[in-house]
């Protein structure tokens, strides 16, 4: 049997347009192999639901809008709610649509604690939830019309603060920002120097501390060594002021005026010592008659047969006497005496 091109292109047409009303429906959220249960709402404002807009229960989509209906006044918009899925909901379950800050639009479903489920074409009952940007306008209102008060406060103030701040000011709070700037990078720098200071490690007050327990730490060590000196110390000073510190300064002073005295008369011409240290012709008197003396030793060492006429020693020497000193003489360390000063 041949088949006609015609009926093969109705045949796909049609096959095509069945398919497209179920992708449709499909789409729309419409059980294609089944039949749905319906449930109905009523409400006031429906706060822009649409057909297709989910059905929620606890979060999770059960459904979608079917339709809306508002009749000719409008009072009264019926919603037709198509369940995909199956649940049970109690007859006291409500409805209410909850509308996001995005715009998105949804029939939520509260279930109840009824035992009682109701059937389908039934009607739910309704609440009116708040719109929430609505409800954010308007706690947002009051806000909004103190932040343009103290707007339009902020900008009278600049304006103030303008005309006040003429370019001599204005350069003189550059000024002192800068001062301030420079006073900021040195207290940045003394706090850093602070922290090496407070260093646990490395800091000098660290090191301080350390020197200090250590040197309480030899204290400790040595405190018998301690004890033991400062007992002598005090035997010391016990013994020292039972000490006639009066009578020995008396003897003292007496001794050291005896002393003054004697000083005094060895620098004056008084006394045998006081010539001796003095008497410039008594000290060149002395000083000849040892160079006389050295001189007469030397002529007997050299001449001894003139003084001593001993047939032993041959005839008696006839040379002339020293009139010089001998050299050994001369460089002997006790000759020549130095002269005296004036």
Do not use: W
């Amino acid at each position: 049997m041949t088949i006609s091109n015609e009926t093969k292109v109705g045949v796909l047409t049609a096959i095509a347009i069945v398919l497209l009303i179920l992708g449709f429906n499909f789409l729309k959220g419409k059980n294609i192999g089944g039949k749905n249960a319906h449930y109905f709402a009523v409400f006031s404002d429906i706060q822009g639901l649409n057909s297709s807009n989910p059905v929620v229960i606890n979060g999770k989509q059960v459904g979608n809008i079917n339709k809306t209906d508002g009749g000719k006044d409008m009072r009264r918009i019926v919603v037709d709610i198509n369940m995909t899925v199956d649940v049970i909901i109690p007859d006291d379950a409500v409805a209410l649509i909850n509308k996001s800050l995005l715009g998105t639009v949804e029939l939520d479903i509260r279930l109840g604690n009824s035992t009682t489920a109701l059937k389908s074409n039934d009607t739910l009952k309704t609440i009116m939830s708040g719109d929430l940007i609505g409800d954010a306008m308007k706690k947002l209102d009051p806000v909004l019309f103190q932040v343009t008060n103290a707007v339009k406060t902020l900008d009278t103030l600049l304006s103030t603060v303008s005309s006040v701040f003429d370019p001599n000011t204005k350069n003189n709070i550059k000024g002192v920002m800068d001062n301030l700037n420079k006073t900021t990078a040195s207290l940045a720098v003394s706090s850093a120097s602070l922290q090496g200071l407070l260093n646990n490690q490395t800091g000098a007050l660290a090191k301080t501390m350390d020197n200090l327990s250590s040197f309480t730490g030899s204290l400790k060590n040595n405190n018998d060594n301690i004890n033991h000196t400062l007992g002598n110390l005090a035997t010391t000073t016990d013994k020292l002021s039972k000490l006639d510190i009066e009578k020995t300064l008396s003897t003292l002073n007496a001794t050291v005026s005896d002393l003054r005295s004697a000083v005094g008369k060895m620098s004056s011409s008084d006394g045998t010592l006081g010539l001796l240290l003095n008497d410039t012709k008594l000290y060149n008197n002395l000083n000849a008659t040892s160079n006389k003396i050295n001189l007469l030793l030397d002529d007997v060492r050299v001449h001894p047969k003139r003084y001593v006429n001993i047939s032993v020693f041959g005839k008696k020497d006839k040379n002339s006497p020293l009139m010089v000193p001998l050299a050994d003489t001369v460089n002997a360390p006790y000759l020549p005496f130095p002269n005296p000063k004036p």
